[in-house]
């Protein structure tokens, strides 16, 4: 195919033009003003649960003010999703935390809550535990939260690739007590850069604007205590996100019809798709396959093999434990062998693009089967 088919790229509308020109027209080009404020309260009506939004330059930016909030300090353990992307991890060491990498389970490849609980056993003093929820894809959130209340800690939950998916009908991004959505280009609804704190607690969104605007005390000079960043979202961008936000359900509806064809293509290869929870509603994000052990099929070669097509594909996020920035930092598994690194070996992710035609599909399954 002469024209590339990409994994998932920004999907505009008419209505974030507008929002931007309101800025323009009234000259708000700044790190604040009213599509911000706006953008927090729209996002948070429709999260539900409570939640008061900042809205920040970056997913990752959240995470790390999430990371502060959570009081992470000098040495601290922190218990981590090992099979995310690094974004997830790296704000913890920011603060000089050490990342205790947990392994994924087989039904939703997020957090195991088995080897949660073991990491605890092994860990006691830890206090703060980093969740991501794959792909879209909800974790077990009943277990985990029980896990972290039984030892009193705080949960961080990172739902950047999660924005719209529920679990037992609420929310991804509303479990934690501090929870992160990112709108990278590359996410289900995007501000081309840009991500959300959320937090139940006013005095928390509060602190972290504070520190998101380089930690100016109340004095009619400039008066430091604290260090600080500059990590607000521009009000031109946050209108993008307010465009954005009036087609999230539609995007999510793509994604899983996207999702669906694959999976109705695929039924009788040796593979499954990227599995989730009954009771649960992913987003589907990203559509992923598992290849079956000795199915004649190696994971890199399909991916090799699409790209040779122009279809794009990437591999599963590669593991935090198996990361050499991240060596020698402890990792916690069930079980005898660990779980994500064989879905890591023969997973891949599919192009889903929401702009992607039925034909263009077709070719990339086309392709997938005759690998097989
Ligand atoms: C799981 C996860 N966490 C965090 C991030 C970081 O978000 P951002 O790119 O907005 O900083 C991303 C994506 O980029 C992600 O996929």
Redesign the pocket.
Known sequence: MEKRIPLATPTMHAEEMSFIQEAFDKNWIAPLGFNCDNFEKELCDYLGEGQHGLSLC??????HLAVKLAGVKRGDVVLCSDM??A??VNPVSYEGGVQVFIDSERQTWNMDPAALEKAFEKYPQAKVVVL???YGTPAKMDEILEICRRHGAVLIE?A??ALSAAYHGRACGTFGSYN?V???G??IITTS???MLLTVRPEDRNKAFFWATQAREPFPWYQHEEIGYNYRMSNVVAGIGRGQLLHLEEHRERKTAIYRRYEKAFRDLPMIMNPYLPDTKPNFWLSCMLLDENCGVDAMELIALLGQHNVEARPIWKPMHMQPVFAGHDFITAGETAVDEDIFKRGLCLPSDIKMTEQEQDYVIDIIKSAF
Do not use: I, Y
Not at 58 to 63: K, V
């Open positions: 970056s997913g990752t930016a959240a995470l995310t992307f974004a997830t991501a929820h794959l990172d950047a690739e992160v990112s709108f990278n590359n996410k850069g840009g991500g």
